[in-house]
Nanobody
Framework: QVQLVESGGGLVQPGGSLRLSCVVS????????MGWFRQAPGKEREFVAA????????DYVDFVKGRFTISRDNAKNTVYLQMNSLKPEDTAVYYC????????????????WGQGTQVTVSS
C-alpha cells in the first residue's frame, strides 16, 4: 500500500517562495510517476507537475513553468515542489499523488493520494 504524506504548506506573501515535500512509503514496481495537483475553493482539481521516478524526467502545466520545480530524492523517498514567484491565484490545497503511467496529467491516472497541504498566497 502506497502512502503519501505532504508537508510544507503555509501562508506566504505574493512573490514569495515555498517548498512542499511528499514522503512516499510502500513503493511498488508499478509506481512510475509522482505528481502534484492543486484544488482551489470552488474549482476542480488541476495538474501542476509530475516527475518520472526512475530518471527524473519532468512535466509541468504551462502556468507554472519557470516558477515551480519538481524534484525527487530517491534515498529519502521524497518528492519536492519548489514554488517561487507565488501569486494569489496559486492559493489552493496541494496534493501529492502516485501513478503507474507516464506521462500523465489526468487525476484519474493517479491511484494514490496524500491528504493535501494548504498554500495561501496573500499580503
Amino acid at each position: 500500500q502506497v502512502q503519501l504524506v505532504e508537508s510544507g504548506g503555509g501562508l506566504v506573501q505574493p512573490g514569495g517562495s515555498l517548498r512542499l515535500s511528499c514522503v512516499v512509503s510502500g513503493f511498488t514496481f508499478s509506481t512510475r510517476t509522482m505528481g502534484w495537483f492543486r484544488q482551489a475553493p470552488g474549482k476542480e482539481r488541476e495538474f501542476v507537475a509530475a516527475i518520472r521516478w526512475n530518471d527524473g524526467n519532468t512535466d509541468y502545466v504551462d502556468f507554472v513553468k519557470g516558477r515551480f520545480t519538481i524534484s525527487r530524492d530517491n534515498a529519502k523517498n521524497t518528492v519536492y515542489l519548489q514554488m517561487n514567484s507565488l501569486k494569489p491565484e496559486d492559493t489552493a490545497v496541494y496534493y501529492c499523488a502516485a501513478s503507474r503511467y507516464w506521462p500523465s496529467s489526468r487525476d484519474r491516472d493517479y491511484g494514490y493520494w496524500g491528504q493535501g497541504t494548504q498554500v495561501t498566497v496573500s499580503s
